[in-house]
């Protein structure tokens, strides 16, 4: 698609900031109702571009959460801070006195769910005057960078996710320990295609994530840790990145199917409070056949964090 392209519908357009993900959004007011043709056109975009930046969009909670059921359900994130009211809006809401936590790390939103989320749409409510900019990456952009010979050595494999740093929300004592034992319980350990194929487009996708990936099946630890090491470091690469600053009424949609995300921690003790909705998603597929190889044991290894959560806290089961 050129750098500037009118969409089908004539009132929306859409103007590409990045080279390998990302575009601007022009010309629709997100407080009215979108036309059949309009949310067309931006669905194309979304599956086009990756991640869909909407600007000067002074908007309601409510109107946020109506777009996003155009896409699909919202869905209740386990552990993410929220409002009683509103169990399906996260806020993030940090500053001195309620820091940062878990999301300085390349991830996609949720891969421990047998179905992750189709998108995430987060919306800037009060920025730092500088910092707190989040990264992206396109995991499509990701796969197609590996060699030939690399992306059929990863066709069929499947890989071991599970929700690792949320663990460290739950203390030791007895009370907790039983609650930690019903979330495994109700999110135990899944398995997703290494390479997964998006449903729409049928591109595929790297669907590896430092965050929540634990092993690849069938392979020994050290072999499954120099593999995940040198598929993580893929998201890494500033060719396959779009970086965004955020502003007041800014939103951004992003297809968590083929894209991973990096928040910035480096604007504590400033404050920054942005809503987040999340759209569900289906089961990850892979185009290729799996590999049928046995299933090892996986270290359920986390990642040193503080004991500062973020407002981040186990829901009720």
């Not at 309601?60 to 809006?89: C, I, Y």
């Not at 989040?134 to 499947?158: C, K, N, P, V, W």
Request: overall charge negative.
């Amino acid at each position: 698609m050129p750098d500037e392209a009118m969409a089908t519908d004539s009132e929306v357009r859409v103007r590409r900031i990045a080279t390998a993900c990302g575009a601007e959004i022009d010309g629709i007011d997100l407080t009215q109702p979108l036309s059949n043709s309009t949310f067309s056109a931006i669905e194309t975009a979304f599956v086009e571009h990756e991640v869909l930046v909407f600007r000067d969009q002074e908007i309601s909670t409510e109107d946020q959460k109506t777009f996003g059921r155009r896409f699909g359900d919202l869905t209740v994130h386990p552990f993410a801070p929220s409002s009683g009211d509103a169990p399906e809006l996260i806020v993030f809401d940090n500053d001195a006195d309620n820091p940062p936590w878990g999301t300085d790390v390349w991830h996609s939103d949720e891969t421990f769910r047998a179905e992750p989320p189709l998108g995430t749409m987060l919306r800037a409510l009060i920025v730092p005057d500088y910092g707190g900019d989040t990264l992206f990456t396109s995991m499509s952009a990701a796969y197609e960078g590996l060699s030939d010979r690399m992306q059929q050595f990863i066709s069929g494999l499947e890989a071991v996710h599970d929700f690792k740093p949320f663990r460290n929300l739950f203390e030791s004592d007895p009370a907790s320990r039983e609650k930690l034992r019903a979330f495994e319980d109700r999110y135990p350990p899944v398995s997703h295609p290494v390479v997964r194929a998006h449903p729409v487009s049928g591109r595929k996708v790297l669907f590896v994530n430092p965050q929540f990936t634990l092993a690849i099946k069938g392979m020994d630890e050290d072999e499954s840790q120099a593999l995940l090491k040198l598929l993580f470091h893929q998201a890494e690469i500033p060719e396959y990145q779009y970086r965004h600053r955020w502003a007041p009424n800014t939103m951004v949609l992003w297809d968590n199917r083929s894209v991973q995300h990096y928040a910035i921690h480096d604007y504590f003790p400033k404050r920054r409070k942005l809503e987040r909705i999340t759209i569900k998603g289906d089961r990850p597929f892979s185009s290729d056949p799996v590999v049928d190889i046995a299933v090892v044991r996986s270290r359920k290894g986390s990642r040193a964090i503080s004991d500062a959560h973020g407002g981040h806290t186990p829901k009720e089961t």
